[in-house]
């Protein structure tokens, strides 16, 4: 029920961090764009799901029907240098059901930052850090579940990141990200998980993800091809209550299964477009999402 953390983390990596040029890249890929070189994205991303897991209880709701979300995100990223490119994007989210009395919402989700540094390369393996930051962009509600924009906490993220050439344009690659996240502030002064709190301060639990993918280059590295399977854990929380609505710090799991398909137009390789889509296949906690995004891309030199 609760999936605005997917879109803080592996979906908000996956999806709202477009796929860029040849040498242009994402947090979770092992490409770097050269020194100067600048690329920018827009990016469109759905999200729909009508069954969630009430902890480990599979279940459909009937006063929301089909909650949805939308996303609007641009992005770029830069080649400090060689070794050291940073990235960042910007969310824009609009949220809605399409039944019952709850009514959806829109505006600036989060920010996003990420530094990456490509550590080791020897032969065709190699090794990367990314440090990331990100951050509520506007005064949203958290616990408006399941239509808040966000989660609306800080949060502060390293991921490393292994990639290996298998030649003849097959590629592989695994990563793994500890995410450290700051307290919530909601609108009232009094809220119960699995106690009663006097504050509008909620810890929230800090989180794990991890994925894995296999992809190739075609046509003359023109068509990029990629499936992944991604997942999440927190390393704390509580459960949904039997028949109550989500809340910010809830645990929260899932394992989500995409594909992913770029192709950049010649001859320059300069402009390109993506399709993507993932299923989340198991959960705890949050929506079973269908995702789909589309975007369009360009590189070009300072």
């Known amino acids: 029920m609760k999936r605005d953390f997917l879109s803080r983390t592996i979906f908000g990596v996956l999806f709202i961090c477009a ?76 949220t809605h059901a399409t039944q019952g009395q709850l009514a959806g919402v829109s505006g600036l989700q989060d920010w996003n930052v990420w530094l990456k540094f490509k550590a080791l390369q020897a032969g065709n393996w190699s090794l990367y850090a990314i440090g990331g930051a990100s951050g509520p962009a506007s005064n949203y509600l958290p616990d408006y579940v399941p239509l808040n924009l966000g989660l609306g906490s800080y949060e502060g993220s390293l991921r490393l990141l292994t990639e290996y050439d298998f030649g003849q344009g097959f590629f592989g690659r695994a990563f793994a990200a500890w995410h450290l996240r700051s307290n919530t502030t909601i609108e009232r002064t009094y809220y119960y998980t699995t106690q009663g709190f006097y504050s509008d301060k909620v810890d929230m639990p800090n989180a794990v993800t991890y994925g894995a993918t296999l992809g190739k280059w075609l046509l003359d590295d023109g068509l990029r091809l990629e499936l992944s399977l991604d997942g999440l854990y927190t390393t704390g929380g509580h459960d949904i209550r039997r028949q109550d ?54 590189q070009f030199y300072k």
């Open 245 to 298: 609505v989500g809340f910010p710090s809830n645990k929260m799991v899932f394992l989500r299964a995409g594909g992913m398909a770029r192709y950049h137009f010649p001859p320059s390789n300069k402009i390109g477009l993506f399709v993507s889509a993932a299923q989340v296949l198991e959960g705890r906690n949050v929506g079973r999402s269908f995702l789909w995004s589309g975007g369009v891309l360009f």
């Open 19 to 94: 796929m860029c040029n040849l040498k242009a890249q994402t947090p979770i890929d092992g490409i770097m764009m050269s020194k100067n070189s600048v690329c920018t994205a827009l990016t469109f991303t759905q999200d729909n799901w009508d069954h969630y897991w009430e902890g480990t209880l599979k279940r459909d709701n009937g006063n929301i029907g089909v909650a949805q979300r939308q996303t609007i995100a641009p992005m770029f990223s830069w080649g400090i240098t060689d070794r050291i490119n940073l990235l960042g994007s910007i969310n824009w989210v609009r």
